[in-house]
């Protein structure tokens, strides 16, 4: 392990981890040897569901484009946010979670703490430089008793760690190529949220970061 200005470096192959708040656990590097597999499974559901820039309610178009997998996927229109088990833009379901991307997050919760993860949804986030997400909580999936698995690929981001109230300042943390960062128990409802993406260039990805938060909803049966 090296230090560099406080912070610990994983040596290539070793896995470091950091626990940057209560219920909050960042797994450097955790899929980076698996990176390109993933990155194969999220082209697959891209090609069923491709990625959208869809609209919030009061009628922005968000910079970052979506799909999902898994039986219920996000989406956000006009009339609100919600789950639903098609993809509005096909009529389709959403694609089958690839049973790698269920593996990686169920792994990665029990790394957290979380040993019965079972996550229904997956939200797929793809970034262009200077795309943004503005803090929010993760709050529609009405079940806050199973965590939140958050998988980074491709170009770096600055992830805004808040707290439980909006009008904190969030801190500041470097998430890259091949980490996961998992929050629950006391943490599942923290602010959150991307600062804009810097230009780069990732040698599987591109000019794009890919995210993939992985969540238990609650179905209505
Ligand atoms: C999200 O909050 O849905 C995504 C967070 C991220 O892109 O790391
Ligand atoms: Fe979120």
């Known amino acids: 392990m090296m230090q560099n200005n406080g912070r610990l470096w994983a040596e290539p192959n070793e896995l470091s981890r950091e626990s940057p708040a209560e219920g909050v656990t960042l797994l450097h590097g955790f899929c980076?040897?698996?990176?390109p597999q993933i990155y194969e499974a999220i082209r697959q559901v891209e090609s069923i569901s491709p990625f959208r820039q869809m609209v919030v309610p009061g009628g922005h178009t968000m910079s970052v484009a979506m799909t999902n997998c898994g039986e219920l996927g996000w989406t956000t229109d006009r009339s609100g946010y919600r789950y639903t088990p098609e993809d509005p833009?096909?009529?389709?379901?959403?694609?089958?979670?690839?049973?790698?991307?269920?593996?990686?997050?169920?792994?990665?919760a029990a790394e957290g703490g979380s040993a019965e993860f079972r996550p229904n949804g997956c939200l797929i986030n793809r970034y262009?430089?200077?795309?943004?997400?503005?803090?929010?909580?993760?709050?529609?999936?009405r079940d806050y008793s199973?965590?939140?698995?958050?998988?980074?690929?491709?170009l770096p981001a600055t992830?805004?760690?808040?707290?439980?109230?909006?009008?904190?300042?969030?801190?500041?943390?470097?998430?890259?190529?091949g980490d996961v960062l998992v929050w629950g128990g006391?943490?599942?409802?923290?602010?959150?949220?991307?600062?804009?993406i810097r230009a780069g260039h990732d040698p599987l990805t591109?000019?794009?970061?890919?995210?993939?938060t992985f969540r238990h909803v609650a179905s209505d049966d």
């Open 186 to 196: 006391p943490a599942r409802l923290i602010f959150h949220g991307i600062a804009p």
């Open 32 to 35: 980076r040897e698996d990176a």
């Open 206 to 212: 591109g000019n794009y970061r890919i995210n993939l």
């Open 146 to 154: 199973q965590p939140i698995v958050s998988v980074s690929l491709g």
């Open 89 to 108: 833009m096909t009529g389709a379901p959403w694609p089958a979670m690839p049973e790698i991307l269920l593996s990686l997050a169920r792994r990665a």
């Open 159 to 177: 992830f805004l760690l808040g707290t439980l109230r909006r009008t904190d300042t969030p801190r500041r943390i470097r998430v890259e190529h």
């Open 128 to 141: 262009a430089v200077g795309a943004r997400l503005s803090l929010h909580q993760d709050r529609n999936e």
